[in-house]
Every structure is written in C-alpha cells, then in structure tokens.
C-alpha cells in the first residue's frame, strides 16, 4: 500500500513530494515520485501546506455513557476533519476511566474506529471523587500505554492527594494534568467569568484566581517532589505569570489554551446563551491578549481543544443549568491560525498543535518532522482559504458550536493517518 | 413592545407611558366595580419556577382586573429535573395557546432565553439574581408620586446588592429618569466589577450609611437572606444590623418626608427596624397597590390593541 502526496509546502516552505508505503514516509523530495511503487495512489497537495498530523491534549469523546452526544467513532470523524491524527480521550466519562479495563475498552473502540490515535486519559482519582489514587501504575503499564492522569472537569483539589499522584506517576514516566479551579473560591454554582459582565447579569462568577491558585500550588509541588506538571487549559493572565516564573526557576511544568480562548470573551455572555458557557469561562478581553502573548513567547506550550459536545437538550437549560463545554475538534486549526495570525508561521503552528503535544503525551509516533522513517501522519491545509463555519455540516454528533457564523482562515483539505487518507477534500474518505 | 425582560428594553417615554397607564389603573382600583374589558380574550399565563405568592398573585389580579383569563403554573423544580429541559417545559405549556407569558425563574437570564423560544409576549417577573423590571416600575412610579419627579433626586439603594435583581432593574430604571443613586452595602455584598459598571452607568457606591442617608431623597432598602451569613458575606445579624440596617436611630436622623422602600418580605429588625417600617414615611404598603397598577399597564401595553398585534 502506497501513496505519493504531490507538491505540498512542508510546513509552509519548500514544496515536495510525501512518498508513503506501508504506513511509513519513505521519500521526501523532487524524485520521491521516480521511487513509487506501481500501483500507488496520489493525492493532489498543489498549493496546500503539509504538517505533521495535529495531535488534540484534551478531547471528551462521551464514550461510553453519554453516545447520544459523542462516541469514539463520531469524535474520531471530528478530529480527521479537523486535521487530527491522535487524540487524548479524557477520563470524565461514565463510567470513568479509572481502571486499566476502562482505559483498554476506550483504546480498543479508538482502534475500531481507525481514523486516529485514541489515546486514553486516566483518572488520578477513584471515580474522579478526589481522595484515593486510581490505578495509574496498572493502566501505564496496558496495552493503551497511559501516560497522561486527569480528573478534568473537577480539580484535584487536596494538595496530599495531588502531591502524591504528582510522585507516583514518576515511575512510569506520567504527567498529571490538572483542571486548575479551587472549587471552594470559584464556589458550586459558578457558571462564567467573574468580573463587570457576571455582576451586571447577575451570573455567580468564578474569578481568575480560582485557578491562579490552584496553578500556584501545583508548581510547587511539582518542583517539592521533581514531578512534571501539565496546566490544563489556561484561562486567566495571571496564571501565565505563574507559570513564567516556574519555568524560570527550572520547575518541569508544561500548559495548553484552547482555541477558544484565544478570540472569544466574557462579553459575549450578554444574550445568556448557553453555547459560550465553558469550564474555564470565558475571560475578559485583557486575559485573551496575555494568552496569546504566551503563546506566542513558548510559556504556553500547547494548543489542546477541550472538545466537550453536548446533547441538545443538555444545554437548552438556563444559563446556569446549562452543561459547560463547546465543540472544538474541527474548528481548532483555523481558530488558531485566525488568532495568531501575526505571530504565526506554519512551524509555529506545527510545534503547539502537533509537535510539543505529542512529546507532552509521549506519543513517539507523532509530531515528526516529515523525514523519512516517521510514521505517516500528515494533514494538508490550504493556506489561503476562508470558511464560513455552519454548524448543521459538522460531523460531531452534537451542535453546541461557538463558531458558527464565524468566518475563520485556512481549511483542512486531507487528512493522512498512518498512511490512510482519512479526509479527502474536506469530507470523510 | 413584544416582551418586557429588562428595564434596558425601556425608553423614558415608555417608561412614562406606562406610569401614566398605571394612574389610570389606579383609580379603577377604587371603584367598586374593578373590572375592564381590555384583555378579554386574551391568555395569560404566570409560570413560576420560584415560589413567590406576592408577585404572582399581583400579576393574577392585574390580569383578571383586565378580562384576561389567567392560569398559574407553578413549575418549581421542572427545569432542572433529569430529562426535559427549559426550552422543553416552555414549549409545551405555549403549545396550547399562550398570549402572555409571565415567567419568574431563579436563573439568571432564563427569560431573556425563554422570550427566544417562544411567540408569546415575555414578561419578566424575576430572574435570579438578575432583574426584576416590574417591581423596578413600580418602585420608581410609587417614588415619583411622592416626590413629584426623580430628577435631580437622590435615591439611596442599601442591602445586598450582589444577590438583588431589585437592585439591578432599579438602579436602570431611576438613573434612566433622572435620579442620583448610591448603592450602599459592605464590599463582600457589592456586585463584582461593580467599580467600572458604576462609572459607565452612571450610579454611586458607599460602604457608609451613615455617609449617604443626610442627602437622601429617599431610601430603599433590599432584603438581606438570612442564607448569606453561612455564606461567610458578613458575620452576624446583629453586625449587619448595626452596619447596613435603617435602625430607629438612622430613622429618626432622616427627614420626614423622605419615602422608605422596601421590596418585601421584610426581615423586621435585620435590614428595617418596625418603626422604620412602619413610619408614617413609610411608602411599603404605596409599593403594593402601585404593583398592581404598574403590571395592569405592562400588560395592558403588551398584550392589548395594535401594539400587541405590532
Ligand atoms: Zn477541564
């Protein structure tokens, strides 16, 4: 099985051809083509930049429990679109991914499905309750490989139990990733940004210290027990300044923002729609600057979605009521590139999309260099395009999508996952 | 004027249209026979997710005193409950043929959110923590006929400002006709970002009552839950009282003439010492049958003639 993908710009520069057999990248360059065997498919990549298949840190796939809002294989389609070719499925599902059985089945469905890596996220705690370790040594050691412990959508809020899960993951080499938010500051019924437009709408806030301290907290233990610490998605500027200093000092502390993050703000609360409430809210327009400064400047090491789809009714609630999350997987790239449009180029995009977060999730066969030997994961974007994003033609099973309305720059054009055209022309191959 | 969800939706002119609706409706309260046709014909229906026998009974008499037939559904507890949603429990009761909806729910925006859904006029009788426009109305007309007009006047808002849509609807309302307004309450019960929200809107804020009250016009006090001391927002009863409540001394240092408000229920003794309740000044009981006219007008501007066909 071979594939020659012709004339794409390697991360935006200079143009070659990709010649893939067996899964493999085997040739790079003018006389790639002379090297296919016959009988090889080829992919037409004439004017599209080619990047190393982008790898998403946080991804709520709903399977098992919730399959009326997302299972492995629709969430799978949403990544290919997205230009996705592994994602790390987090553990907050029902049951949850506490056990080396559970995190086995979630590997297994992503297996089935066959468009990209599905990497299972263990929980640190029992049933995410937050007082006992979960079997993070016997789910490391699986056939799903765990390496990366979260109980996002709640805070390991005891610092013993964090302090712990923060050294026992060093003898397999894991990474805690934290859902930074004291939930005794933020308070139970916090529902948004606490600041000028939760006081006027009379919406119960949780501010940016909420998670400033909980960030605070954990990069001292991270640094107390010589642990790797991962930030999940970074909310507040305040944060950034921590975690500025604790890169300074030498701690081992890793963050990623969403895409989200990066363009939307509070104010957008003002028609208390429930598609903009997500967990951490959307901060103000001061915040979203200093993230994208960060960004730009490596103190924030990654870009991860936290793909969190919902059922209709799940959100057709009150504000309040409403389930926190946004869609994220097929919008991610062009958020991203709409954003940092400036101070991106496409290396710059590869490294916090695809690069860094697979060396964060110890994910070796991805995030390569294009070169050949590397497993033959590529997503080929046209550079120039614009889309107009209309959530009815998503692929997700669900429809809470920020986006739709909003013009975003470059499209996703294919999708190559171990070798396989996952995507073809926007759609599922 | 499809919905009423915010005193923001509201002009002064509409504003004064309604107060001048609401004097008219006055005086049918007195007569013997309190009945008009204007509604006849028209379906109204009081939908509380909160409990709240004072507001949804002066909607109800406004309603009937209009020919309108009213229903009541209490549906506490239905939006949340596992399975139908909001929009659901809304959609089914306006299926039947809805004309008005008067909705009062404890979240924040669900009228706003509900008004989205539906064809029925919305009328918002209490959001969460977020506006309650026909007691702002009403608060502001009762005010108005006492002092003559708002202009100019100084209006103190003490209590707990946080968690009061009283509060949020009346600080539009009496800015928006002229008044000066100073909120008054401890820093743990001022609204967050309550410092540039001020700036742009054009109000006031204190931590001193004592500050505030000799240049008040007139006063309203907001109801302080007893819910919040275990929330850590201020330490005790009697604290609140000697720091933030209208005692018999604060009374006596006021001038005669200078209306007290009060949204009810009061906590007698907590935020409103009974002499200053029941003061001579006192406008409470004022406040209670201008309710009832004030919503006779908001649904008579909504739901009758060509504006509601509009
Ligand atoms: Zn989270």
Redesign the interface.
């Known amino acids: 099985m071979s594939l020659l993908i012709k004339g794409a710009a390697l991360f935006g520069t200079e143009t070659a051809d990709l010649l893939v057999v067996d899964g493999r990248i085997a040739a790079v360059g003018a006389d790639a083509a002379s090297q296919a065997p016959s009988g090889t498919e080829t992919l037409d990549a004439d004017g599209l930049v080619a990047l190393p298949g982008l790898v998403d840190l946080h991804t709520h796939l709903r399977q098992p429990g919730r399959e009326d809002a997302e299972t492995v294989l629709t969430g799978s389609q949403a990544a290919a679109v997205g230009g996705y070719t592994a994602v790390l499925a987090m553990a907050n599902t029902t049951p949850v991914t506490d056990t080396a059985e559970a995190a086995l089945r979630v590997w297994e469905l992503g297996r089935e499905a066959g468009l990209v890596d599905v990497q299972p996220v263990g929980a640190v705690t029992k049933g995410l309750a937050g007082e006992e370790l979960a079997e993070l040594g016997l789910m490391a050691r699986s056939a799903a490989q765990v390496r990366v412990f979260s109980d996002d959508g709640k805070c390991v809020h005891d610092a013993r139990v964090m302090r712990r899960a923060l050294e026992y993951a060093k003898a397999f080499g894991g990474v805690v990733s934290q859902h930074s938010q004291d939930p005794v500051l933020a308070g139970p019924s916090a529902c948004c940004h606490e600041g000028e437009v939760s006081g006027r709408l009379g919406l119960p806030g949780w501010p940016g210290i909420a998670e400033e301290v909980i960030v605070a907290r954990d990069v001292m233990l991270a640094k107390h027990t010589g642990s790797r610490i991962h930030v999940a998605h970074v909310s507040s500027a305040g944060s950034i300044e921590v975690i500025r200093w604790a890169k300074a000092q030498g701690i081992d502390v890793t963050c990623e923002v969403t895409p989200h993050h990066l363009i939307l703000t509070t104010d957008l609360l003002t028609g208390y729609d429930p598609v903009f409430k997500v967990n951490p809210p959307l901060r103000p327009t001061e915040d979203v600057m200093a993230l994208r400064e960060a960004l730009a400047d490596g103190t924030i090491d990654a870009v991860a979605t936290d793909h969190a789809p919902h059922a209709r009714h799940d959100k057709e609630h009150a504000f309040v009521d409403a389930a926190f999350g946004m869609l994220g997987l097929e919008t991610a790239l062009g958020v991203v590139r709409t954003a940092m449009d400036d101070e991106f180029d496409w290396n710059d995009i590869a490294r916090v999309m695809s690069r860094t977060p697979a060396r964060i999730a110890g994910l070796e066969e991805h995030g390569g260099q294009l070169a050949p030997g590397e497993a033959a994961h590529v997503t080929l974007v046209d550079p120039t395009a614009t889309v107009t994003v209309d959530r009815a033609a998503s692929v997700s099973l669900s429809r809470n999508n920020p986006w739709h309305g909003h013009e975003l720059t470059s499209r996703v054009v294919h999708t190559v996952f171990g070798g396989k055209v996952t995507v073809r022309d926007g759609a599922l191959a | 004027m499809k919905h009423l969800l915010s005193i923001d939706d509201l002009s002064v002119d509409q504003i004064q249209e309604i107060f001048a609706t609401a004097s008219d409706m006055h005086d049918v309260q007195r007569r013997s026979v309190k009945k008009l046709p204007a509604l006849r014909g028209v379906t109204v229906v009081n939908m509380f997710f909160e409990d709240s026998t004072r507001t949804r009974s002066s909607f109800e008499i406004a309603g009937k005193w209009l020919s309108a037939d009213v229903i009541n559904i209490s549906a506490k507890g239905s939006?949340?409950s596992k399975?139908?949603?909001?929009?659901?429990t809304v959609m089914t009761v306006c299926a039947m043929g809805v004309d008005g909806l008067v909705i009062r729910?404890q979240?924040?925006?669900?009228a706003?959110?509900v008004a989205g859904w539906v064809d029925a006029s919305v009328v918002n009788a209490g959001?969460?923590?977020?506006?309650h426009p026909t007691q702002a109305l009403l608060d502001a007309y009762t005010l108005q006929r006492r002092l003559g007009s708002l202009e100019g006047r100084h209006v103190a808002v003490i209590g707990d400002l946080?968690?009061s849509?009283v509060f949020?609807s009346n600080v539009q309302c009496l800015t928006k006709l002229g008044a000066e307004v100073t909120v008054v309450a401890p820093p743990t019960l001022m609204?967050?970002?309550?410092g540039?929200?001020s700036e742009s809107a054009g109000f006031a804020t204190s931590y001193d009552v004592d500050e505030v009250l000799p240049t008040a016009d007139a006063v309203m006090m907001l109801r302080v839950q007893r819910e919040r001391m275990s929330g850590g927002y201020f330490p005790t009863a009697r604290e609140y009282t000697v720091g933030y409540g209208l005692t018999r001394d604060r009374l006596a240092a006021l001038h005669p003439d200078v209306p007290i408000c009060h949204p009810g229920p009061m906590n007698r003794g907590l935020e409103i010492a009974a002499d200053a309740a029941d003061a001579a000044q006192s406008a409470i009981l004022d406040q209670v049958s201008a309710g009832l006219a004030v919503r006779m007008a908001v649904l008579y501007h909504l739901l009758a003639g060509e504006e509601s066909s509009a």
């Open positions: 939006s949340t399975g139908e949603s909001l929009r659901d729910h979240a924040s925006g669900a706003q959110q959001d969460g923590m977020h506006e946080t968690h849509r949020r609204p967050s970002g309550v540039p929200w």
